[in-house]
């Protein structure tokens, strides 16, 4: 069974994964639509908290880094 620290992680980042997602297909954003989806499948790859938190800092910020 996960941790809590990593099931709140998991929800955490599938909101915000599902806020880019919106975001994203609004504006025709391809980066964020992307980097959306890959918030919501990721958590379910990585178990151990500290990784997933990092990955999920950088896919939050990837669209906000390479911004067009």
Do not use: F
Request: with cysteine; net charge positive.
């Amino acid at each position: 069974m996960p941790s809590t620290s990593v099931l709140l992680l998991n929800l955490l980042l599938g909101s915000i994964g599902a806020g880019y997602m919106v975001y994203g297909r609004r504006n025709n954003h391809l980066l964020a639509t992307i980097c959306g989806l890959l918030l919501i499948v990721v958590p379910a790859l990585i178990s151990a908290p500290l990784p997933l938190l990092l990955a999920g800092m950088a896919l939050m910020a990837l669209p906000l880094l390479l911004r067009s």
